[in-house]
């Protein structure tokens, strides 16, 4: 099966550490977080991936390669500007467009179940399956129905909204998409999925969300990267080969 990691971001709030480290090339335990995510996902069947690069590109292809040690095959698509998560699967449809394929944010860790989320993507008929989370306060506010249908999809909302909506699930940065997706993608650049396309396919009986059944982390702050950093320690991400 094919996915796309979205790595092309500069990842500012980090500061110093990603001053002259593109962010997946961040370690955590002696390996980039990259290879964490290549690892998983390979482990559950998703092992052609394309990788969008912008900042310092060489970097992750000089250390991957075709991604063999990672047990995938890798495609690598530059980016001369920033096109937005929406934006850059739009950009690879061509070679997402043979089935379902996963969509996984560049600094986001996790041990999730993506063959369990699969199987319930493909059990209701879903047209993407996003994974969400509890967290109060997020930018991006997911509203379940009594069937883990997304009802609601609130980004960067306001105070009242916020309490409007009363629900504490929040996006996590993976979404399983069938191919009729790539359809709908808007044309506009930069686009992106929470600000772009899920806000108009919330209601439609056609997003499903998966709750996580596992350890995420998002790695967009000093903070978050010790977090992250002390669960690879903990082996919460599984192994990978040595630090080179």
């Given amino acids: 099966m094919r996915a ?22 961040l370690r955590l ?11 998983h996902l390979a482990r559950h069947g998703f092992d052609e991936i394309a990788v969008n690069l912008h900042f310092l590109p060489e970097t992750i292809r000089e250390y991957f390669g075709d991604g063999r040690s990672c047990g995938c095959q890798l495609t690598y698509v530059e980016e001369a500007e920033l096109l937005g998560t929406a934006g850059s699967v ?3 449809a061509e070679f997402l467009a043979g089935g379902v394929f996963l969509v996984h ?48 999809f609130l980004e960067r909302p306001s105070d009242a909204q916020r309490r409007e909506a009363a629900s504490c699930w929040a996006f996590s940065g993976v979404t399983l998409c069938n ?10 650049t930069p686009c992106d999925f929470p600000r772009d396309v899920f806000p108009g396919l919330a209601g ?9 059944t596992g350890y995420r982390c998002a790695v967009d702050s000093p903070e978050r990267l010790a977090e992250a950093r002390r669960a690879a320690e903990r082996g919460l991400l599984g192994g990978g080969r040595p630090e080179r």
């Fill in 204 to 212: 439609s009986g056609r997003l499903l969300g998966f709750p996580l």
């Fill in 90 to 92: 739009r950009r690879m």
């Fill in 105 to 152: 944010y560049g600094d986001v860790v996790t041990n999730q179940d993506f063959t369990a989320m699969l199987e319930a993507h493909q059990r209701q008929g879903a047209l993407a399956t996003l994974l969400v989370h509890q967290r109060p306060g997020s930018n991006s506010v997911v509203v379940l129905d009594d069937q883990q249908r997304v009802s609601r």
């Fill in 29 to 39: 335990a002696g390996l980039p977080l990259l290879e964490y995510i290549l690892r």
């Fill in 4 to 25: 796309m990691v979205l790595c092309a971001g500069y990842g500012l709030r980090l500061g110093e550490h990603t001053r002259h480290t593109p962010k997946a090339m």
């Fill in 179 to 188: 191919p009729e997706l790539l359809d709908l993608l808007p044309a506009t």
